[in-house]
C-alpha cells in the first residue's frame, strides 16, 4: 500500500507502471506523496506502421553485435533482430546495408531547456542559487521545450536524456527524463513513468558560490556538513512519515477518542508526518530509492565520502557525473554498483579537473559489474556523444585496451538507461523495449559517422534524407540569419 | 634547437618508457622497432613510406618518404635513400603531417583556469567596469610559461604549435593586447610576429558602454590617436607612447589584427571600417561568417571557426550552421579552426576539422586549416604548417586518418627528434592502469 506507483521502476514493476502513468494525481492510496506527479506525463508516441530495417551491422547496446541483420519494429516497440526476419505486408522496409544501428542514444546530463539557447539572462533557469539546499525544485519546471538544442541533439541520436539542475548547491534538486521529441510543453516530453532524479553536487562549486557570500558551505567539510543535516532532516521526516504500526492500538477506557496533542494522529492517510515539505519529499524519496541520486563530483576523495554518506543516510548512488577522477576508485565504483558518467577528454578547468586522463571511461569500464556511461553537460556535446566514445576506444587501445563497438556502445546506451532507472524500458534492442533506434550512415565511432535515421517508440522522428521530418524549434522561424540567401 | 623538454629520444629510453599497453600495441611495435635497431642521436631521419600530407600545392603523396636532416625537411618524395647513420621509420603507409596548429589558446598562460593565480591571458589596469585602459602594447607572450603541463598534454596529439590570444575583461578594452605563435617543444619564446586582438560584438559591450555602435567610436578614436591627429596629452587620449607605436604598426598593414566577432551585421562593418584603413585582418569565431563569404574571400580575410557551434547559443549567432566552414571555403574564403577558450583540450581541434569535412568541407581544406591557412595568416608559413623542404620538420605520424577522432598521434617530431610521447596525463594513466599490489600508488611502479 504504501509502496509509491512508480517504486521499482527499472524493475519488474515496469510495464504496469507504463499502463498505469494514468493523469496525475495518483491516488494517495498507491503512491508514496514523495513521489506523487502533479505534473504527470502527458506524452504519446507519434503514430507509425511497421518499420523493418535490413541488412545493418546491428549493435545491440546488451553487448551483442549482429552484422547483415534486421531490426522490426512494430506497435511503438522492438519485435524482433536478427537475420532475415520476417515482417508484416503493410511494413515500411528501409534497406541498411551498409549502416550501423543502435539503440537511441541516453544523455544522463543535459541542461538543454533549462539554460537553453540562446543563453540569455532570461534563459538561465538551471541553478536555483538562492540557497545551498534546494530539493525542493524540479528541473522540469524550467525547461523550455522550444530549446534549439532539443532538435540538434536529435540529429545527433539522442532519444532519451535528463534534464538536471545545475551544480551550484549541494542538493540542487530533481531532474527529469525526457524522451527527445518536439513538443510544446515539458509534460508532453516527459519519459512515462520514469523516476526523478536527485542532483547533488560536491567539491568546488557550491563552497565557491556560496562561501564568496559569506554564507555556509564556504569548504569542502562546510559541503559534507550541508548534506549531513539535510538528510538528517529527511530521516525524521520519514521516520515521522512512516505508517504506524500494523497492529491497532487497543482503546483502553480512560482514553478520550480525542486526537493526540501531538498532531501525528491527525494524518488520515498516516504518511504525512505533518505539514509536507517539499524538500523533505524530495530526500526521503532518495532515500526510499524512489528517486534516483545523481552526484556531480571530480575528485576520488570526495567520491568516496559521497558513498559512505549514502551509507551512513541508506541511499545508493546512482551515478557520480564527470568524475575525472573515476579512474582511481574505479573497482570501488563496479563493487557498489554506481556509475560513472563521464567526459572523453575534458579536464583543467579548475582544480578539480586537473587529473583528467582520456581513458577515464574505459578504465572505469574495465572491472566486472561496471557501469561506465558518456555524458556531455554540454549542448555540443550531446549532439556527438558517439564521438566522444570514439576517443575513448582510440586513447584506450593506445594504452592496451582493445574495446569492441558493441561493448562501447553500452556506454550510451544501455548504461546511462540503467543509471535513469529506464533500463527495463530502451537501451537496447531486445524484444518488448521501446522502438528507439539510430540508423547510422557507418561505424557510429568516427568523426563522419551521422545519424541518418532517428526512431523513438517505432516512430521516425528525425531523417537527414527527408526534410519533413527534421523539427525545428519555434524560435528559429523567421529568423533572416539562418537563410542561406545567395550563399550557396 | 635544443631547447627544455625536447630531449632527444633514444630509441631504447622509448621502448622502455612504453608503458606495458604501448608495447604491445601493434601500431607501435613498427616504430618503436624501426627507431631500436637505429642510433638514438641520429640527426637524420628517414620516415619511409607513409601518406605523406604535406598541406602544400603538392597535396597527398601516396609511399612517400621524407628525409630529415638537422632539425629540418630536406626532401620529401619516392624511394629516398637513407644518409649513412640516418635513424629510419617505416610508416607502413600510415599518415604522415605537419604538426598541427592548436587553435588560439591560452596555453602557458593559463594551468588551471579557474584559478586566477595561474591565469596571465588578460591585462585590466583600470578600475572596474568605469575606467578604460587601452593597452595594445601588452604582450602577453612574455608570461608564455614553457614548463605548463598543458603543452606536452597538447603535443602528443599532434598539436605542435598555437596561437596565444589575448582576453578581454573589464578595466581593459577591446584592444586587448598582443599574441603570438608559439610552438610547443619546450621552448621560451614565440616565433614570427606579433598579432592584435580586438574584441567585438556581445563580449565586447561592456568595454564599449554597452553599444556595439561605439566599437567603431572608439577604434576611431584610437586611430586618430596613434595617427597624431588626437595629441598625447590631450583629454581624449588613451594610449601610452608605447601603445601609439604598437598600433600605428598594425595600421599601416604591419601586422595581423584578429577579430573576435561572431553576428553578419558587425562582420559587414568590420569589413568596411578595415578597407578603410587598409588592414590585414581574420576573424575569430564568425558565427554567422558564412553569410558574408564572397565579401570576406574578396577581402582576402581568414577566418577561424569552430563547426561545432551550430546553435543559436546567443543573439550574434542566430545563423550558427554546421555547414560555416564549408560555405566559407566554396566561396574561396581561408578557414581554420579554433574553438573559443580551448587551451587544455586544444586537441580537440582536429574534431572540429573532422566535422567540418563531415559537413561538406573537402578533406584537404580541413587539413589546411589546422596547417596552412593559420601558418599563412600568423605569419609564420616558412617554418611551420607544412611538409616540405627547408621547413621545419615538425611532423605526427598517425594511425590513421588525421581528422577522426577515432584516430591518434603515434609519434610526434619537434625539429626532427622524436619526443618522447609522455604527458602528466600519461603518467596518470599508467599509475592506475595496473592491479593493487600492495604497496599504495604513490611509490613508484617497480616498488609496487
Known amino acids: 500500500m504504501f509502496r509509491p506507483l512508480l517504486a521499482g521502476c527499472g524493475l519488474a514493476l515496469l510495464a504496469g507502471a507504463v499502463q498505469a502513468a494514468t493523469p496525475a494525481s495518483a491516488s494517495p492510496a498507491s503512491a508514496s506523496r514523495f513521489t506523487q506527479d502533479p505534473y504527470p506525463s502527458t506524452y504519446k508516441a507519434i503514430a507509425a506502421g511497421p518499420v523493418l530495417l535490413q541488412h545493418a551491422t546491428v549493435l545491440t547496446g546488451a553487448g551483442q553485435r549482429l552484422d547483415d541483420a534486421d531490426v522490426l519494429l512494430r506497435d511503438g516497440k522492438v519485435v524482433a533482430v536478427g537475420r532475415a526476419l520476417e515482417a508484416p505486408s503493410d511494413a515500411t522496409r528501409v534497406d541498411a546495408s551498409g549502416k550501423w544501428i543502435t539503440p537511441g542514444i541516453i544523455d544522463v546530463h543535459s541542461h538543454l531547456g533549462v539554460y537553453p539557447s540562446p543563453g540569455v539572462g532570461a534563459h538561465a533557469d538551471g541553478n536555483e542559487m538562492t540557497g545551498p539546499v534546494t530539493p525542493n525544485v524540479w528541473a522540469e519546471h524550467s525547461v523550455w521545450p522550444q530549446d534549439p538544442g532539443f532538435a540538434a541533439a536529435l540529429a545527433g541520436g539522442i532519444t532519451s536524456l535528463q534534464i538536471l539542475p545545475g551544480s551550484a548547491n549541494l542538493i540542487g534538486g530533481r531532474g527529469v527524463t525526457l524522451k527527445n521529441v518536439p513538443a510544446t510543453s515539458y509534460q508532453a516530453m516527459k519519459f512515462p513513468a520514469a523516476p526523478w532524479g536527485l542532483k547533488m553536487a560536491c567539491g568546488e562549486n557550491p563552497k565557491r558560490v556560496y562561501g564568496s557570500r559569506n554564507t555556509p558551505p564556504g569548504t569542502r567539510m562546510g559541503n559534507v556538513a550541508g548534506y549531513r543535516a539535510a538528510f538528517i532532516d529527511a530521516s525524521e521526516y520519514l521516520r515521522k512519515s512512516a505508517p504506524k504500526a500494523a497492529a491497532p492500538q487497543k482503546k483502553r477506557w480512560w482514553q478520550s477518542s480525542a486526537k493526540p496533542a501531538n498532531g501525528n494522529g491527525a494524518d488520515s492517510e498516516k504518511d504525512t508526518g505533518g505539514k509536507r515539505d517539499l524538500k523533505l519529499d524530495t530526500l526521503a524519496g532518495a532515500i526510499k530509492g524512489d528517486i534516483l541520486v545523481h552526484i556531480h563530483c571530480y575528485r576520488a576523495d570526495e567520491m568516496t565520502t559521497m558513498l559512505d554518506l549514502a551509507k551512513e543516510f541508506g541511499f545508493k548512488v546512482s551515478a557520480f557525473h564527470h568524475g575525472v577522477e573515476a579512474y582511481k576508485i574505479a573497482d570501488r565504483l563496479a563493487a557498489e554498483g554506481v556509475c560513472g558518467a563521464l567526459w572523453a577528454d575534458w579536464w583543467g578547468f579548475k582544480m578539480e579537473a586537473f587529473d583528467g586522463i582520456q581513458e577515464n571511461i574505459a578504465i572505469v569500464d574495465r572491472p566486472a559489474n561496471s557501469c561506465a556511461i558518456v555524458h556531455s553537460d554540454s549542448e555540443e556535446g550531446i549532439q556527438r556523444l558517439n564521438q566522444e566514445a570514439a576517443k575513448v576506444i582510440a586513447h584506450a587501445r593506445l594504452a592496451g585496451i582493445d574495446i569492441a563497438p558493441e561493448r562501447a556502445i553500452r556506454w550510451l546506451t544501455q548504461n546511462p538507461a540503467k543509471a535513469l532507472g529506464i533500463g527495463e524500458r530502451t537501451g537496447t534492442l531486445e524484444p518488448g523495449k521501446m522502438g528507439d533506434v539510430v540508423v547510422w550512415n557507418g561505424n557510429p565511432f568516427s568523426v563522419y559517422a551521422k545519424a541518418e535515421q532517428v526512431y523513438v517508440d517505432g516512430a521516425r522522428v528525425y531523417d537527414r534524407a527527408d526534410p519533413s521530418r527534421q523539427p525545428k524549434s519555434d524560435f528559429l522561424l523567421g529568423q533572416p540569419a539562418t537563410q542561406t540567401g545567395g550563399v550557396r | ?448
Open chain 2, 1 to 448: 634547437m635544443n631547447r627544455r623538454g625536447i630531449e632527444p629520444l633514444s630509441c631504447a629510453v622509448a621502448a622502455n618508457l612504453a608503458p606495458r599497453g604501448l608495447r604491445r600495441s601493434a601500431l607501435l611495435l613498427a616504430l618503436l622497432g624501426a627507431c631500436a635497431s637505429f642510433g638514438a642521436a641520429a640527426q637524420n631521419v628517414l620516415i619511409r613510406n607513409a601518406t605523406v600530407h604535406t598541406a602544400t600545392a603538392q597535396g597527398s603523396l601516396e609511399h612517400a618518404d621524407v628525409l630529415v636532416g638537422n632539425g629540418v625537411v630536406r626532401a620529401v618524395g619516392k624511394g629516398l635513400s637513407a644518409p649513412a647513420g640516418a635513424q629510419v621509420v617505416e610508416a607502413e603507409g600510415r599518415p604522415l603531417t605537419p604538426t598541427l596548429f592548436g587553435g588560439i589558446t591560452e596555453i602557458g598562460l593559463e594551468e588551471v583556469s579557474g584559478e586566477k593565480s595561474t591565469v596571465d591571458q588578460t591585462v585590466a589596469l583600470g578600475a572596474d567596469t568605469k575606467e578604460m585602459t587601452v593597452r595594445p602594447e601588452f604582450d602577453v607572450t612574455l608570461a608564455y610559461n614553457p614548463d605548463s603541463v598543458l603543452i606536452p598534454v597538447a603535443r602528443i596529439e599532434g598539436i605542435g604549435w598555437t596561437l596565444l590570444g589575448v582576453g578581454t575583461a573589464t578595466g581593459g578594452s577591446i584592444v586587448a593586447g598582443q599574441g603570438g605563435v608559439e610552438r610547443l617543444d619546450g621552448g621560451p619564446d614565440p616565433i614570427g610576429p606579433r598579432v592584435l586582438f580586438v574584441r567585438l560584438g556581445k563580449d565586447g559591450l561592456g568595454l564599449s558602454g554597452s553599444s556595439r555602435a561605439a566599437q567603431w567610436m572608439i577604434l576611431d578614436q584610437l586611430i586618430d590617436e596613434a595617427r597624431g591627429r588626437i595629441a598625447p596629452g590631450h583629454h581624449a587620449a588613451l594610449l601610452t607612447p608605447a601603445g601609439r607605436s604598437t598600433l600605428l604598426k598594425y595600421l599601416d598593414g604591419g601586422g595581423r589584427i584578429v577579430f573576435g566577432v561572431d553576428r553578419a551585421a558587425d562582420i559587414r562593418q568590420l569589413l568596411r571600417w578595415s578597407a578603410r584603413h587598409r588592414l590585414r585582418i581574420a576573424i575569430a569565431g564568425g558565427g554567422e561568417a558564412w553569410r558574408l563569404a564572397p565579401q570576406l574571400a574578396a577581402a582576402k580575410v581568414p577566418v577561424f571557426v569552430n563547426p561545432l557551434s551550430n546553435l543559436p547559443s546567443d543573439f550574434d549567432q542566430v545563423g550558427a550552421s554546421m555547414e560555416n566552414a564549408a560555405r566559407l571555403r566554396a566561396s574561396g574564403v581561408a578557414v581554420g579552426f579554433s574553438e573559443g577558450g580551448a587551451s587544455h583540450n586544444a586537441r580537440k581541434v582536429r574534431q572540429l576539422a573532422g566535422n567540418a569535412v563531415a559537413a561538406g568541407l573537402p578533406w584537404a581544406d580541413g587539413l589546411a586549416g589546422l596547417t596552412r591557412v593559420p601558418a599563412e595568416a600568423f605569419g609564420v608559413a616558412g617554418q611551420v604548417g607544412a611538409i616540405a623542404p627547408g621547413q621545419r620538420a615538425d611532423l605526427v605520424l598517425w594511425s590513421g586518418d588525421p581528422l577522426d577522432v577515432a584516430q591518434v598521434a603515434l609519434q610526434v617530431w619537434m625539429d626532427g627528434r622524436a619526443i618522447e610521447m609522455r604527458s602528466r596525463q600519461t603518467e596518470l594513466r599508467d599509475r592506475y592502469l595496473h592491479g593493487d599490489t600492495g604497496l599504495p600508488r604513490a611509490y613508484p611502479a617497480p616498488a609496487r
